[in-house]
């Protein structure tokens, strides 16, 4: 099984010039093509002019059509993987497939190749130096909103999957969770129709109030800021006396050095300063 390979081949997200090199190569050589749906790689295979054979996997035989992969790679057939459009394995399926490959001693080859949430998060303007990829979230309002507290205080650009008829929802909710943060949305990435929408999340719920969701839409939006998170803390301790807040330190586990300390840098007091007001804390 030493030249046994399972290829893992991005596709496409629009524009079929996306296509490389690497990929055309893998896919007229392959001698199986596992795909998300046949019909939609069947039109890519007919304009490569592909010949191999296609098995389908999809999110719902994934795990039981991966004993079917293994007994071709077993027969030393080289399996192309793909999805629909982009990397197979984000928010695609494809994981248990790769999983299963590398745990039977299969060697993976992974393409690079287009990607719809990078292509987005580039093209949004927030910060790119760090993120977090989400992808779509839970259908159930209640769910998808304990899914966004989750996030919502990583200072990382947050990156959204959502469909068009569930978009007014999904920024309604996520304004009432994130609060009005910059975002940006993406839609028709590399086909004829591409385009950014950049803004707050009010003013952006305020243009789709008449304007109608069309295509799936990658939603980049910007992290907690150290200026809300600023705020946030401001707002935590209105109320809260400089010896209650030391107190509320210590029964967590700090030292009184160490509480004052932090109390004297949460408040931008000196602190001896602090000190001089606990001095009776023991």
Same mark, same amino acid.
């Not at 390979?5 to 296509?19: M, R, Y």
């Given at each position: 099984?030493?030249?046994?390979?399972?290829?893992?081949?991005?596709?496409?997200?629009? @524009?079929?010039?996306d296509?490389?090199?690497?990929? *055309?190569?893998?896919?007229? !050589?392959? $001698?199986?093509?596992?795909?998300? $749906?046949?019909?939609? %790689? &069947?039109?890519?295979?007919?304009?490569?002019?592909?010949?191999?054979?296609?098995?389908?996997?999809?999110?719902? @035989?994934?795990?039981?059509?991966?004993?079917?992969?293994?007994?071709?790679?077993?027969?030393?057939?080289?399996?192309?993987?793909? !999805? #629909?459009?982009?990397?197979?394995?984000?928010?695609?399926? +494809?994981?248990?497939?790769?999983?299963?490959?590398?745990?039977? +001693?299969?060697?993976?080859v992974?393409?690079? &190749?287009?990607?719809?949430?990078? %292509?987005?998060?580039? +093209?949004?303007?927030?910060?790119? #130096?760090?993120f977090?990829?989400?992808?779509?979230?839970?259908?159930n309002?209640?769910?998808?909103?304990?899914?966004?507290?989750?996030?919502?205080?990583?200072? $990382?650009?947050?990156?959204f999957?959502?469909?068009?008829?569930?978009?007014?929802e999904?920024l309604?909710?996520?304004?009432?969770?994130?609060?009005?943060?910059?975002? !940006?949305?993406?839609?028709?990435?590399?086909?004829?129709?591409?385009?950014?929408?950049?803004?707050?999340?009010?003013?952006?719920?305020?243009?789709?109030?008449?304007k109608?969701?069309?295509?799936?839409?990658?939603?980049?939006?910007? &992290?907690?800021?150290?200026?809300?998170?600023?705020?946030?803390?401001?707002?935590?301790?209105?109320g809260?006396?400089?010896? $209650?807040?030391? *107190?509320?330190?210590?029964?967590?586990g700090?030292?009184?050095?160490?509480?004052?300390? *932090?109390?004297?840098?949460?408040?931008?007091?000196?602190? @001896?300063?602090?000190?001089?007001?606990?001095?009776?804390? #023991?």
């Amino acid at each position: 099984m030493a030249d046994t390979k399972l290829i893992v081949v991005p596709t496409p997200i629009g @524009n079929l010039s996306d296509i490389t090199d690497r990929v *055309r190569e893998a896919l007229l !050589s392959a $001698d199986l093509i596992a795909c998300e $749906d046949t019909r939609t %790689t &069947g039109r890519l295979l007919k304009h490569l002019g592909a010949k191999a054979p296609t098995i389908s996997y999809h999110m719902h @035989n994934e795990k039981a059509r991966c004993a079917d992969i293994l007994e071709a790679l077993d027969q030393g057939r080289t399996v192309a993987l793909v !999805s #629909d459009a982009g990397m197979p394995g984000v928010s695609d399926p +494809g994981q248990v497939v790769i999983e299963a490959a590398i745990g039977h +001693g299969v060697e993976v080859v992974v393409l690079p &190749g287009p990607s719809a949430f990078v %292509t987005a998060l580039v +093209g949004s303007g927030l910060p790119t #130096d760090r993120f977090t990829f989400v992808g779509f979230l839970e259908k159930n309002r209640t769910r998808r909103k304990k899914q966004l507290e989750e996030v919502k205080d990583r200072p $990382d650009t947050l990156i959204f999957y959502e469909a068009p008829h569930r978009l007014r929802e999904f920024l309604e909710t996520l304004r009432e969770v994130l609060g009005d943060r910059r975002v !940006s949305l993406a839609r028709e990435l590399t086909k004829l129709h591409e385009e950014y929408e950049r803004g707050t999340l009010s003013e952006l719920i305020e243009r789709y109030e008449t304007k109608e969701p069309r295509g799936e839409y990658v939603i980049i939006a910007e &992290g907690r800021t150290p200026e809300e998170a600023r705020a946030e803390a401001e707002a935590s301790l209105e109320g809260l006396s400089i010896e $209650d807040h030391v *107190r509320q330190l210590m029964e967590e586990g700090l030292s009184k050095m160490d509480a004052v300390k *932090r109390v004297a840098k949460e408040r931008g007091l000196k602190k @001896n300063e602090v000190y001089m007001k606990v001095t009776e804390i #023991d």
